[in-house]
């Protein structure tokens, strides 16, 4: 697993070189002469320590080219919403027509979208849901639906009744609050004799792996996690289950079932040699090729209104722009070499 880890952290590290050759030589096939189609693109990157937003990093690479897109050199912010306000400061002042952006602090980027919508700069939002301020478009899975088919696969598996930890992410992220209310309340409703131990984790693997070894310690009969980050929270979640001798096989007595979120491919492993039971794959490779799409669409001036596309998703009418909801499935020991999913593909 640490070699393919290895293999798309390389490869997001040459994302920078690529993004700043691509502004230097990109251009629409047709109609080079339209403004439109030779406008400049802002796209920042969230972070860099989770393997998911590694893989999203290689994409959007790969996407820049695909489909010709001219940018500004690719930034980072590294999780720090201080950075990405600086970023897209950067982005304004030299020139940017669009934006790309993943912000991790839903809350806490509203006036930086009052300014862009002020400058008239299109805002492309991925993963996340800005909860104020206006967006161009959302790229984003349902994540309700990610706690809601997780709950259902753990209750099922524990026989409706026992004790699941949930390692939640940041909870002043909208993510992080879908996935965690979206998950108790179910949880509530079809499997109420489940008791759900929360564990904030502020999407911090080190704070998830404390977290969780005080809760086995204090539930030693612990039979269910749900992990709302893989790329965060799974190698710290087997590392202890190890050191303590939880680490059983599916099937096994003493097995822990787990479902994980992202889809990378360290999750699918894990699903193969039966360490996990499952994860909700969350589609990297679609974020970055329609964040990309409606970045260029943005600069075209084109638009957009809620109802199916044709990609296989629905846009939604939000209180602050739409939302293009993206497929995520639920993958299992069952369909986990299907070789549609980008965990199978990314290297």
């Known amino acids: 697993m640490k070699r393919r880890s290895s293999r798309i952290a390389a490869a997001a590290a040459t994302v920078a070189v690529v993004a700043g050759f691509t502004t230097a030589c990109n251009r629409e096939g047709s109609g080079s002469g339209n403004a439109a189609s030779d406008a400049l693109v802002g796209i920042d990157l969230p972070r860099a320590d989770s393997d998911f937003w590694n893989s999203y990093a290689v994409y959007t690479s790969l996407e820049i080219k695909k489909q010709q897109l001219k940018t500004l050199a690719v930034s980072n912010s590294q999780n720090d919403v201080t950075k990405l306000v600086a970023n897209v400061q950067v982005f304004q002042s030299t020139g940017a027509k669009a934006v790309v952006i993943a912000p991790q602090d839903t809350g806490a980027i509203a006036s930086t979208l009052d300014r862009l919508a002020k400058k008239k700069i299109p805002v492309i939002s991925v993963d996340t849901r800005p909860e104020k301020g206006d967006v161009y478009m959302v790229v984003r899975a349902d994540n309700k639906a990610y706690g809601t088919k997780a709950c259902e696969y753990i209750g099922k598996q524990l026989g409706g009744k026992g004790k699941a930890a949930q390692l939640q992410g940041a909870l002043d992220s909208i993510n992080g609050r879908d996935r965690s ?92 040699k039966g360490q996990i039971d499952a994860t909700l794959s969350q589609p990297a490779d679609l974020y970055a090729k329609y964040a990309v799409y409606y970045a260029k669409a943005a600069t075209e001036g084109k638009t957009f209104k809620p109802g199916p596309t044709d990609h296989g998703s629905t846009i939604i009418q939000l209180p602050n722009g739409l939302e293009d909801q993206l497929p995520a499935p639920l993958v299992t020991k069952e369909n986990v070499d299907d070789e549609s999913l980008w965990g199978n593909t990314i290297d």
């Open 181 to 272: 209310e979206a998950f108790s309340a179910c949880m509530k409703k079809k499997f109420p004799n489940i008791q759900v131990i929360d564990l904030a984790t502020d999407w911090k693997g080190e704070v998830a792996s404390a977290k969780l070894q005080s809760t086995l310690t204090a539930h030693p009969d612990l039979k269910g996690i749900y992990m709302q980050a893989g790329g965060v929270f799974l190698q710290p979640t087997l590392t202890l289950l190890k050191q303590k001798g939880l680490l059983k096989p599916v099937g096994q007595p003493g097995h822990i079932t787990i479902v994980s979120n992202d889809g990378i491919p360290e999750e699918f492993d894990a699903i193969r």
